[in-house]
T-cell receptor, first 116, second 113 residues
Framework: GAVVSQHPSWVICKSGTSVKIECRSLDFQATTMFWYRQFPKQSLMLMATSNEGSKATYEQGVEKDKFLINHASLTLSTLTVTSAHPEDSSFYIC????????????FGQGTRLTVV | GDSVTQMEGPVTLSEEAFLTINCTYTATGYPSLFWYVQYPGEGLQLLLKATKADDKGSNKGFEATYRKETTSFHLEKGSVQVSDSAVYFCALRGYSSASKIIFGSGTRLSIRP
């Protein structure tokens, strides 16, 4: 299957700083990328959907000014957690899809963010 | 809205036991159904999928059949191994161009040697 690479795999940052997570589709063009958040022992919660070249669509309850998503190219999307706080500590996973409709989405390996 | 209800875990089995993890869904139209697996410290991997009623998805000895009449997509494996220990997520995706994947709560599976 297609490969989605997420970087970094883990990051520790201080409260108040910003952290950027990258999601790349290595061997296909991702017209749509999804960002999920996973709390310990819980399911994945969709945070936002981004389409290349347009603004991301955020799920209800997700602060778009805190979680900045940029999908500037067909192979790269970034999630920036701004002014991070300990409650932002979580496992963040991206997913990428190449087309519309019934096409498969591929997942990155996830990024574990710890805010101290 | 669309939703997925998944058997709660954790599930602990002995090696070579038979596995069933139940999954039912609520959706309009004809969604695609998936099982994803997450090994410790890793992201999700697609395990199997089915895109229409009566389809059977299979991979690595796991199987699931898309049952529209019971709105179910139960995961089964005849003989589990220690290496199958992971968290399993049932998921669905609608067919519209704006469809997103909706996940169940996940079932943690532990296999004893």
């Amino acid at each position: 299957g297609a490969v989605v690479s997420q970087h970094p795999s883990w990051v520790i940052c201080k409260s108040g700083t910003s952290v950027k997570i990258e999601c790349r589709s290595l061997d296909f063009q991702a017209t749509t990328m999804f960002w999920y958040r996973q709390f310990p022992k819980q399911s994945l919660m969709l945070m936002a959907t981004s389409n290349e070249g347009s603004k991301a669509t955020y799920e209800q309850g997700v602060e778009k000014d805190k979680f900045l998503i940029n999908h500037a190219s067909l192979t790269l999307s970034t999630l920036t957690v701004t002014s991070a706080h300990p409650e932002d500590s979580s496992f963040y996973i991206c997913s990428a899809r190449s087309g519309v409709g019934n096409t498969e989405a591929f997942f990155g390996q996830g990024t574990r963010l710890t805010v101290v | 809205g669309d939703s997925v209800t998944q058997m709660e875990g954790p599930v602990t089995l002995s090696e070579e036991a038979f596995l069933t993890i139940n999954c039912t869904y609520t959706a309009t139209g004809y969604p695609s159904l998936f099982w994803y697996v997450q090994y410790p410290g890793e992201g999700l991997q697609l395990l199997l999928k089915a895109t229409k009623a009566d389809d059977k998805g299979s991979n690595k000895g796991f199987e699931a059949t898309y049952r529209k009449e019971t709105t179910s997509f139960h995961l089964e494996k005849g003989s589990v191994q220690v290496s199958d220990s992971a968290v399993y997520f049932c998921a669905l995706r609608g067919y519209s161009s704006a469809s997103k994947i909706i996940f169940g709560s996940g079932t943690r599976l532990s296999i004893r040697p």
